[in-house]
C-alpha cells in the first residue's frame, strides 16, 4: 500500500487531483486510516489511473470518464460520439486559421473590409419545393439540400425544372445550435410529390435589401453590417425572415472564390 504521496509519484497525479477524484468519486484510495485520516492506495489502482488519463488525453470530461468506466456497455459508442466531436473541433480550428490568415494579409497590405454594395429588390412570387428542419447547426444545411435532392430522385423530378435555390432562417433570434432552416427551389412546370417531407408551396412577392457577395462565408459579418446599415440610413425596417440565394453554390464549384451568394433581408 502506498501513501497519497507516494502514489503521486508512481500515478504522475498530483495530490490535489487525487483529492478531487476522490471528491468525485471517481478514484478512491483502497484504504482511510480512521485513526489518521490517511490515504492508502493500491498498485492495483494504477491500471484504473492509465485508463482515466488515457481517456482526458482523448478528450472525455471527468464526468464522462466516471460514466464510461462504470458502464457495463461497450464504451465504443462514447468513442464514436468524441470522433464526430473532434472532426467538428477540426472543422472550426481550420476555418478560424483560414480567418487568421486573412487577417494578417489584411494587415500586412493594410486592406480595409469591402464596402458592399446593397440594392433594393423586388422578388416575384414563385412556386417552389420546399424542406424544413431543425438542424444542430448551420453548418449541417449542405445535409439538408440532400435529403431535398434524394427525395426528388425518388419521385422521378427533372431536376432541370429547378432555378432559383434559397435557405430560409426561421429562428427570431442567431442560435449556435438547433436552427429552423427551410430550403427551397423555384421550379418552372408542373410537379407532382408524394413525399411526405417535401412540400409544394407558393411563396409571396418579397421586397428585401440584398447584397451579392463573392467567395467565402466568411464575409457575412461585414455583409449584414453594410445591410443594416442602408436599411436604417433608409429608413426601412426588417419585416419578415433573412434568407440566402445560391447562385453559386458549394454544390456546384470546389473553388471558395467563385461562390455567389446573395444576402437578403425583407424590408418594409
Known amino acids: 500500500m502506498y501513501k497519497i504521496g507516494e502514489f503521486s509519484k ?3 497525479i498530483s495530490v490535489r487531483m ?11 484510495p483502497q484504504v482511510i486510516d480512521t485513526e489518521s485520516g490517511y490515504r492508502y492506495y493500491s498498485s492495483k489502482q494504477l491500471k484504473k489511473v492509465n485508463k482515466i488519463q488515457r481517456l482526458k488525453e482523448l478528450g472525455f470530461s471527468l464526468s ?6 462504470s458502464t457495463e456497455n461497450s464504451i465504443q459508442e462514447y468513442f464514436e460520439k468524441r470522433e464526430k466531436e473532434v472532426e467538428s473541433e477540426l472543422e472550426k480550428l481550420v476555418n478560424q486559421k483560414k480567418m487568421l490568415q486573412r487577417s494578417i494579409h489584411d494587415l500586412k497590405y493594410k486592406k480595409e473590409p469591402l464596402n458592399y454594395h446593397v440594392q433594393l429588390k423586388y422578388f416575384p412570387e414563385q412556386q417552389v419545393v420546399s424542406l424544413k428542419s431543425n438542424l444542430p447547426s448551420y453548418q449541417e444545411e449542405g445535409k439538408l439540400w ?10 422521378k423530378v427533372n ?9 430560409i432562417f426561421h429562428d427570431k433570434e442567431y442560435k449556435e445550435k438547433d436552427v429552423d432552416v427551410e430550403i427551397q ?5 408542373e410537379i407532382t410529390l408524394h413525399s411526405k417531407v417535401v412540400q409544394i408551396k407558393k411563396e409571396p412577392t418579397v421586397k428585401a435589401a440584398t447584397v451579392v457577395m463573392n467567395g467565402s462565408y466568411h464575409q457575412v459579418s461585414y ?23 445560391y447562385h453559386v ?5 470546389e473553388e471558395v472564390e467563385k461562390w455567389v451568394t446573395e444576402i437578403c433581408f425583407p424590408i418594409i
Open 10 to 12: 508512481l500515478s504522475a
Open 185 to 189: 427551389a423555384s421550379f418552372k412546370g
Open 146 to 155: 440532400g435529403l431535398l435532392y434524394e427525395e426528388l430522385a425518388k419521385e
Open 64 to 69: 464522462e470518464i466516471k460514466e464510461m468506466l
Open 18 to 28: 487525487l483529492r478531487h477524484y476522490n471528491q468525485l468519486n471517481l478514484l478512491n
Open 249 to 253: 453554390s458549394p454544390a456546384q464549384e
Open 223 to 245: 455583409v449584414t453590417e453594410s445591410i443594416a446599415c442602408w436599411i436604417e440610413d433608409h429608413q426601412y425596417k426588417i419585416e419578415g425572415k433573412m434568407f440566402t440565394i
Open 159 to 167: 431536376l432541370q425544372q429547378l432555378g432559383q435555390h434559397k435557405a
